[in-house]
């Protein structure tokens, strides 16, 4: 098994027993593999929930360029939503996994066809 695979087994992981969620595999891989080597970096692959410029970082480079949403206030809501969901508690926010949550939240998965 690749380390991008054993990733991803761990991704879908999180998403099954911290978010209630049962990923599509196929959209989580897609996701995952948007993320490029972030992945493999210890500091890149998780998201500072408690950091504003991590937060402007992800509505700016992934909400906006990745998934074409309009720049609007909506859109911390749902990074904090998705956190949230993620459990505040968790120190390791994996980027792939609330990038995989908040593409799933504005149905945004035609971008990953």
Same mark, same amino acid.
């Given at each position: 098994?690749s ?8 991704y879908a992981a ?6 209630? !969620? ?13 993320c ?12 500072a ?5 991590? /937060?402007?970082? !992800? ?9 074409? /949403? ?11 939503? !998705? ?18 949550? /908040?593409?799933?939240?504005?149905k ?6």
């Open positions: 098994m380390k991008r695979e054993e990733l991803i087994k761990k999180d998403l099954k027993d911290k978010c209630g !969620v049962t990923p599509n595999m196929d959209l989580l891989t897609k996701v995952t593999i948007g490029g080597p972030a992945i493999y970096n210890d500091d890149a692959s998780v998201v929930g408690t950091q504003e410029s991590e /937060l402007e970082t !992800v509505k700016k480079n992934f909400l906006v360029k990745k998934l074409g /949403l309009p720049d609007s206030p909506e859109l911390f809501g749902a990074i904090h939503a !998705v956190l949230e969901k993620y459990g505040k508690s968790n120190k390791h926010k994996y980027r792939a996994v609330v990038y995989y949550l /908040l593409t799933v939240h504005f945004k998965e035609s971008v990953y066809k």
